[in-house]
């Protein structure tokens, strides 16, 4: 789980997004109501959570969006986990700041790359590639697992 609390960054834009990385003593019920009534098709990561990045809009939780880290060929990675949006906010230009507020987020932290494994296994493994195409990841590789993704941010 998360293990730094401390507050990296907060951006609030024009239309009063604030966007901010939290520390596990800030994963309040409304998240774990989220993340609970979320619909994932594979369980939430709590153990390989690094990094909670959460949206607000007036006061309003907007989504989070969760990366881990990752060790390729000696290097440490960010690993894009999970996203989740609160129903209201789902399919809205928030959502979609979010997630590109989420990178600069990381990106401050010091990382360059983004990695992402779509498990072979998932019920909607051809969506997530789709979209995680669609959102600039390349494909880096196959495992027997799975499928490895990586975004230069």
Same mark, same amino acid.
Request: aromatic content about 12%; cysteine-free.
């Given at each position: 789980?998360?293990?730094?609390?401390?507050?990296? =960054?907060? *951006?609030?834009?024009?239309?009063?997004?604030?966007?901010?990385?939290? #520390?596990? %003593?800030e994963?309040?019920?409304?998240?774990?109501?989220?993340?609970?009534?979320s +619909?994932?098709?594979?369980? =939430?990561?709590?153990?390989?959570?690094?990094?909670?990045?959460?949206?607000?809009?007036?006061?309003?939780?907007?989504?989070?969006?969760?990366? +881990?880290?990752?060790t390729?060929?000696?290097?440490?990675y960010?690993? !894009?986990?999970?996203?989740? !949006?609160?129903?209201? %906010?789902?399919r809205?230009?928030?959502?979609?700041?979010?997630?590109?507020?989420?990178?600069?987020?990381?990106?401050?932290?010091? !990382?360059?790359?983004? *990695?992402? !494994?779509?498990?072979?296994?998932?019920?909607?493994?051809?969506?997530?590639?789709? @979209?995680?195409?669609? =959102? +600039? %990841?390349?494909? @880096?590789?196959?495992? #027997?697992?799975?499928?490895? =993704? %990586?975004?230069n941010?």
């Open positions: 789980m998360v293990t730094n609390g401390q507050l990296i =960054f907060m *951006i609030t834009l024009e239309n009063k997004l604030e966007v901010r990385r939290i #520390g596990d %003593y994963v309040t019920e409304g998240i774990k109501s989220l993340i609970k009534n +619909g994932l098709d594979e369980p =939430f990561d709590w153990v390989n959570v690094k990094h909670i990045i959460r949206g607000k809009y007036d006061d309003e939780l907007v989504g989070i969006v969760v990366y +881990g880290e990752i390729l060929q000696g290097k440490l960010p690993r !894009f986990l999970h996203v989740i !949006f609160s129903p209201k %906010y789902k809205s230009k928030k959502a979609l700041d979010l997630l590109i507020l989420s990178e600069q987020e990381i990106k401050n932290l010091g !990382f360059n790359q983004i *990695i992402t !494994f779509i498990h072979k296994d998932l019920n909607n493994k051809s969506m997530k590639e789709k @979209y995680a195409l669609k =959102f +600039g %990841y390349k494909h @880096y590789a196959d495992t #027997g697992d799975g499928k490895l =993704f %990586y975004k941010i």
